[in-house]
């Protein structure tokens, strides 16, 4: 009875966030867009959890976990029906190369830097080099909606910077999820799941087959004559469906679901429409899903907040230094100059960094496990509310605009 109470109150909360807000009140724009990205759910389903309400406690979101099954299914099947081949040509070829490389530096920097810190406070920690991969490559993400939001306040001249961040956004999303789904081969589900007896690069291979196949299902679907609600729910149900095998098998449900979405984006003819119709239903999933993950938050110690904010600062850094070397090379052709700069417009991490987080959480993360895996999720979530706080100050840096 406690669940379904839980569950109707979250959607209630989700609906009410996704039609109302009260941004308006707010004294600048810095401090309205940290709400208008919805990220401050994350702080909603932290009182809701054990560690204030606990409306959302320990037997209650072991019920409510397939809510986040669905919702990183979701996010992998928008990311990757946003990877059509058409768009993803504007820039050429030799962008992708320096987006690359960008990615590379953000990777190795960040890595040293963590590593350096973490290595202070668990030095014989056998799952270190572990937990300094999970936030090197969550590091990758960024936010799109958070690059949208603010581009639609700035001059029509500066327009093509906002194409340039997530045109950068989209590749290294790839690259985050592609890595990520190699790293969870190399573990067997920590809380459920029957796993498989593969190598890591045979589970990520049966990722990329299972979620072509889901892509043609979903192309089958979207060509039949159901109408819209219709559809939606038999989404819905194929992401669960989706979602659950991975869970069980021990793949990742991010990279099977983004395989999916770029299987229907290039093969079906109305990708746009199919988009549109994923996204009538996608905030207030989202925001359910900001929910249940900020419920898993724990700040146990100053350490956590410490390790937070030093995750952010040394990613924003890493961030701006790469971006400065390789993304003015990425678009030689761009009319505005300032594109050396368009590193400390990618801050934002919302979106896929928490999917990232929740991924590690449910996949790798045993409970029961040493220290450093423990506080790792905590740190992400943290330093992810952290970087929607300074992500306004780097677009507005990129774009000039206050």
């Known amino acids: 009875m406690k669940t379904i109470a839980a569950i109707l109150f979250l959607a209630v909360l989700a609906l009410a966030g996704h039609r109302k807000s009260f941004v308006k009140v707010l004294p600048s724009r810095a401090a309205s867009f940290f709400f208008l990205t919805g990220t401050e759910f994350l702080l909603v389903g932290y009182l809701l959890g054990d560690s204030f309400l606990g409306i959302l406690d320990a037997a209650t979101l072991d019920q409510v976990r397939p809510f986040l ?3 990183l299914g979701w996010i992998g099947l928008l990311a990757g029906i946003q990877l059509e081949w058409k768009a993803l040509g504007m820039f050429g070829r030799t962008s992708y190369l320096w987006i690359l490389l960008y990615g590379c530096c953000v990777l190795f920097l960040v890595s040293v830097g963590l590593y350096g810190l ?9 799952q270190l080099g572990l937990a300094v991969a999970v936030l090197a490559v969550t590091a990758l993400c960024t ?5 949208a939001l603010w581009m639609q306040h700035v001059s029509k001249q500066k327009r093509p910077l906002g ?3 997530q045109f950068v956004s989209s590749v290294n999303d790839v690259i985050a999820i592609v890595l990520f789904g190699l790293l969870v081969g190399f573990y067997q589900p920590a809380q459920g799941g029957i796993g498989l007896p593969l190598l890591p690069l045979q589970k990520f291979v049966l990722s990329l087959l299972l979620g072509a196949l889901m892509g ?5 679907l979207f060509r039949t004559r159901l109408g819209e609600v219709d559809k939606v729910l038999i989404v819905i149900g194929l992401v669960l469906f989706g979602g659950g095998m991975a869970y069980l098998l021990g793949i990742s449900p991010l990279l099977l679901h983004l395989v999916a979405g770029m299987v229907l984006a290039n093969l079906s003819l109305k990708s746009e429409e199919t988009f549109q119709l994923l996204m009538c239903i996608e905030r207030p999933l989202y925001l359910i899903f900001l929910m ?13 907040v410490l390790l937070a904010v030093a995750y952010a600062l040394i990613r924003a850094l890493s961030q701006g230094v790469a971006g400065r070397v ?5 678009f030689p052709d761009a009319e505005n100059p300032p594109t050396r700069a368009l590193g400390w417009g990618l801050t934002s991490q919302a979106g896929l960094g928490v999917a990232l987080a929740v991924h ?3 996949w790798i993360a045993d409970p029961s496990s040493l220290p450093i895996l423990n506080i790792t999720f905590s740190v992400l979530l943290l330093a992810i509310l952290l970087n929607e706080l300074i992500s306004p100050f780097g677009l507005a840096y990129v774009t000039k605009e206050k």
């Open 69 to 71: 099954i669905v919702g």
């Open 326 to 330: 390789f993304l003015r090379r990425a």
């Open 143 to 147: 936010a799109q909606a958070s690059i």
């Open 163 to 165: 194409l340039m961040l």
């Open 216 to 220: 043609l299902l979903l192309l089958m």
């Open 292 to 304: 249940i993950a900020g419920a898993y938050l724990r700040i146990g110690s100053p350490l956590v």
């Open 118 to 126: 973490f290595h202070i406070w668990f030095p014989s920690d056998p």
């Open 360 to 362: 590690f959480h449910l």
